[in-house]
């Protein structure tokens, strides 16, 4: 399985698991910001994930995972203090949705890349 593959069915993963917790844990008055953060999470995470998982094994690579870092922190900080704001949403499930997305995806990045580096080094 390539590394595309790895990461796209992964990120599937973390999507369902995110709807679905927030399904199950959101008020049905708050679900518009808590979608409004997931779909934000993914906006900006599917092309940080795809130039992280293209980076890596070449030189590039620490710093395309630092910049997708920073671009990261910068939506949260975009969210909270510009969209919550603007739109007059929820806070607490929009950005709490957008970050646990943002980690898991991270956290997905991280996996795929141990798989890719380990299947170099073997």
Do not use: C, H, N
Not at 62 to 72: D, E, F, H, I, Q
Not at 89 to 95: G, M
Request: glycine share 8%; proline share 3%; hydrophobic share 70%.
């Amino acid at each position: 399985m390539t590394a595309w593959v790895r990461y796209a069915l992964l990120a599937l993963l973390v999507v369902a698991v995110t709807v679905a917790a927030g399904l199950l844990l959101v008020a049905p008055e708050d679900r518009t910001a808590m979608w409004v953060g997931l779909v934000a999470a993914l906006v900006v995470q599917g092309p940080l994930g795809w130039w992280v998982i293209s980076s890596i094994g070449t030189q590039r690579f620490v710093v395309t995972w630092g910049l997708s870092l920073l671009a990261r922190l910068l939506l949260i900080a975009l969210l909270a203090f510009v969209v919550v704001p603007g739109i007059g949403l929820a806070a607490t499930p929009l950005l709490i949705t957008a970050v646990a997305a943002l980690a898991a995806l991270l956290m997905v990045e991280g996996v795929v890349a141990l798989l890719e580096l380990s299947k170099s080094t073997t």
